[in-house]
């Protein structure tokens, strides 16, 4: 019977634990919310792209650049695609660049699906992951704007249907400036 | 009360101290960890069947990865 | 401990209902904090299987059909059909009746819906068979934090079953709860550990009526005498995983081990280890190969015996609830299907999986030899997926 009390008083005691260690995870997992890098300059860089060619994100000061970092492996990615073709289509006559910053470790994998999805802008091939990490990349897909002098003025983390209205909104805006 | 108030302030001070400590796997750094190999569970119709055919006879059941239901395994 | 019928209520509510009070709380909470970074539907997919299992005296196949599809962006619905035909000759059958045939069927619906880091599912289950009738209803919840690297998952489900015999006026009911908690944590970018918990507590009427005991003073010399089983069962079980991604020669992620180990207890005195490794390598591109070994140990319930020498409370003679141990050897094989060839998919797989398994019986008595128990059988499968 003491034996019974024992084990009872500590399940009592896990349940508590683990309703604790639960409400511990949710305010973690809130105070871990980044803090995005806007109104800083965009770091340079140079990668190798789909063109053939390195691109430097330098040559496009004084047009409206959208980075949006993606992989093959990320299925909100994949989803964004067809909205970002169309923005690219639509804007690049008037100072607008899209550039696709790739993260999968093969670049191949990459080349196949953009082919597949009928991407026209050009992807930049990220596989060293240095450029990610000097923008401090935290979400996946993540699309930064940058202006025409270089300063990073908006970043969105993730895809969710409708958010290409607000990216075309932020676009029309900056290309206004 | 104040007892299960203490135990549950020591779960949330050792998680938020265990989550510090835990590597940090960046967003684009998950790529092998979204390969199927990589899944607890790839093909969901052979893993539920494969756990219904050991559930039914044997005494244990629960904690696999599959959500099952009663099955008259009487 | 043998747990009466009217305290598994008692049970669930003074050790479940309350938590899952406060857990409630801390999911509407979570609810609240802005999509920073979301979890994603399951991947539609449809799936049909031809599974056959031979060993024991007992046959069983069918087909399986598995399909999801999302509905919009933040819904996905899924169904699942399964059959068992069942041809029974099974030491308990032919020892104490005659062979039958049966056929099982089971059809399950679910509903995923995706807000901000939770994913919140619904799934009804229900399976007939001419004496046995089961219907679940389950509630699962998964939640992401620290940017996807941990997963929470929360779930309960209730079922109800009706007993029946066949060609008989014979119906009893049980009533089950199901909790289910469960942690996913990433490790480093090859490593990904998981533990879970769950609790079944069940009441009613939980043996088989078509089975019998055993009476005497040997087990050669023993008559079949009527099971009787407590009212309520109440079991805990607790799981541990890992898989662990490895490079080869061609590819950054080209093979993973894992490992699976998974306690069990009830109140009925039933203790079990399960202990599982499972390798899956990638061959070219188009090919992974799988090998898995499972190892089971249990020890009996406490109402357990081979055979009765006096009249007892609670008498069973199941082998599932005796003492035994089994060993079972697998391989899989799939194979990626060219995309070129496929008209709506935009990924297929042929796959094929064979296991062997071993049961070693310690003090379940075949009575047709007088030796212990024991015997293997195959499990074969045959699917198709399909994703798009």
């Known amino acids: 019977m003491a034996e019974n009390n024992t084990v009872r008083s500590c399940w009592a005691m896990l349940r508590l634990v683990v309703c604790g260690v639960v409400i511990g995870l949710v305010v973690s997992g809130a105070a871990t919310a980044k803090v995005p890098a806007i109104g800083t300059v965009a770091p340079d860089f140079t990668l190798r792209s789909s063109l053939g060619k390195n691109l430097k994100l330098s040559e496009y000061r004084g047009q409206v650049v959208m980075i949006n970092f993606w992989a093959t492996w990320c299925a909100p990615c994949r989803q964004e695609m067809p909205e970002l073709n169309r923005l690219y289509e639509q804007y690049q006559r008037v100072g607008f660049v899209l550039l696709g910053v790739n993260v999968d470790d093969n670049p191949k994998a990459a080349q196949e699906l953009s082919a597949q999805l009928g991407v026209r802008f050009p992807v930049l091939f990220d596989s060293a992951k240095q450029v990610s990490g000097r923008y401090d990349i935290d979400a996946m897909p993540s699309t930064l704007l940058i202006d025409r002098s270089g300063t990073v003025r908006y970043l969105h983390r993730g895809y969710r249907r409708g958010v290409e209205k607000e990216y075309e909104e932020k676009i029309r805006e900056l290309l206004r400036q | 009360m104040r007892k299960s108030i203490m135990l549950a302030v020591l779960g949330c001070v050792l998680v938020s101290g265990c989550a510090r400590l835990l590597p940090d796997v960046k967003p684009y750094e998950r790529e092998q960890l979204a390969d199927p190999i990589m899944s607890f569970s790839r093909d969901p119709i052979s893993d539920q069947y494969l756990d219904h055919v050991y559930d039914v006879r044997e005494g244990a059941r629960g904690a696999t990865v599959s959500q099952g239901g009663g099955c008259g395994c009487n | 401990m043998v747990v009466t019928e009217p305290a598994v209520g008692r049970l669930i509510r003074r050790r479940y209902i309350r938590p899952i009070h406060q857990a409630g709380v801390l999911f509407i909470l979570f609810a609240g904090v802005p999509a920073a970074r979301a979890v994603t539907l399951p991947e539609d997919r449809a799936d049909l299987m031809y599974h056959y299992y031979d060993g024991g005296g007992v046959t069983v196949s069918g087909p399986a059909m598995l399909v999801r599809k999302s509905v919009g962006d933040s819904v ?136 019998y005991a055993r009476f005497g003073n040997s087990i050669m010399s023993s008559v079949p005498y009527p099971e009787t089983y407590p009212g309520a069962r109440d079991s805990q079980a607790v ?149 798009y």
């Open chain 3, 76 to 211: 996905s619905v899924s169904g699942r059909y399964y059959v068992d035909s069942i041809s029974s000759a099974s030491v308990d059958v032919v020892t104490t009746a005659s062979p039958y045939r049966d056929k099982r069927e089971e059809l399950s619906v679910g509903v995923d819906l995706l807000h901000g880091n939770s994913l919140a599912s619904v799934l009804m289950i229900s399976s007939k068979e001419r004496d046995y009738q089961a219907d679940t209803l389950g509630l699962n919840v998964t939640h992401d934090l620290f940017g996807g690297l941990t997963t929470l998952d929360f779930g309960f489900s209730n079922g109800k079953d009706t007993v029946g015999k066949v060609n008989e006026t014979f119906q009893m009911d049980i009533n089950r709860y199901n909790f289910r908690l469960g942690l996913t944590q990433v490790l480093s970018r090859s490593l990904l550990v998981g533990i879970s918990f769950e609790d079944i507590a069940e009441d009613g009427y939980l043996n088989n009526p078509y089975r």
């Open chain 3, 239 to 387: 799981a541990l995983r890992a898989v662990q991604g490895f490079s080869t020669a061609s590819r950054p992620l080209g093979m993973s081990a894992r490992m699976d180990y998974r306690y069990y207890r009830d109140t009925w005195d039933v203790r079990a280890n399960t202990l599982g490794f499972t390798l899956q390598r990638y061959f070219g591109d188009r090919w992974i190969g799988e090998a898995r070994y499972r190892y089971y140990q249990q020890s009996a319930a406490s109402f357990y015996s081979d055979y009765f020498t006096e009249v007892m409370t609670y008498m069973a003679r199941d082998k599932e609830l005796s003492t035994f141990h089994s060993n079972s050897l697998g391989v899989r094989f799939s194979w990626m299907l060219p995309k070129q060839q496929l008209p709506f998919f935009n990924k297929a797989s042929l796959n094929f999986a064979h296991d062997y398994v071993y049961f070693d019986y310690q003090d379940f008595t075949d009575i047709r030899t007088g030796q212990p128990y024991s015997f293997g059988a195959n499990i074969l499968q045959l699917y198709i997926s399909g994703w």
